[in-house]
């Protein structure tokens, strides 16, 4: 499996999304860049004495990436969407909870099943039949919302609903923040640190 798994080409249509039973293209390089919980302890850190603190430098993503998976414009974006859903250091991420309120599995609402039920179902399945068990389609192989696996995606405007609700969510969650968006004259600073709110 290793062998088989190990080497990928231009020319490929699918590769890897499951580390269950097979191995992703970020365990080969022995990557863990995502801004999630599960990849804290590789992420490098910048530490500022002054404020007693550190800042985590993230110089990429290798699969966790806002924009690529809710707007699909990259050639992984499928590959990289069925990683999120198939893998369980991504639990409880927001863009894993956009991918469950937007997709469906055999028509129905991937909502209405576990993480464990979705991470089982996408590791036994195969985008074609030339495809292994757990691969998702590269770009052009199919439109990237919808493989050949029974899972779709949704549509753009879903996602980006999805992604409004879970954003929203979150924010609810938070102790001391109200649901109140930032108004017009309020400055944001994103810090991509992650999106589980820890409780430390």
């Keep these: 499996l290793l062998a088989s798994c190990a080497r990928h080409d231009e020319s490929e249509t699918a590769r890897c999304a499951c580390s269950s039973v097979c191995v992703p293209d970020a365990v080969l390089r022995g990557m863990c860049f995502d801004p999630i919980v599960a990849c804290a302890d590789s992420i490098p850190r910048l530490v500022v004495p002054r404020l007693n603190t550190s800042v985590a430098v993230l110089a990429g993503n290798s699969v966790y990436r806002i924009s690529d998976l809710v707007r699909h414009k990259s050639s992984r974006a499928r590959l990289d969407s069925m990683t999120v859903l198939c893998e369980r250091r991504y639990r409880g991420t927001l863009l894993r909870a956009l991918l469950r309120d937007a997709g ?33 389609g590269l770009k052009g192989t199919a439109p990237p919302e919808r493989g050949g696996n029974g899972v779709h995606l949704g549509k753009e405007r879903d996602r980006l609903l ?26 944001v600073v994103p810090l991509r640190l992650g999106d589980i709110r820890s409780n430390a």
């Design 162 to 187: 999805a992604l409004a609700r879970a954003l929203m969510a979150m924010r609810a969650a938070a102790p001391g923040c109200g649901t109140e968006l930032p108004g017009a004259d309020t400055l």
């Design 104 to 136: 469906t599995l055999d028509g129905q609402a991937l909502s209405r099943f576990s993480d464990g039920d979705i991470e089982a179902e996408i590791a036994r399945r195969s985008e074609d039949e030339d495809a292994q068990p757990g691969f998702a």
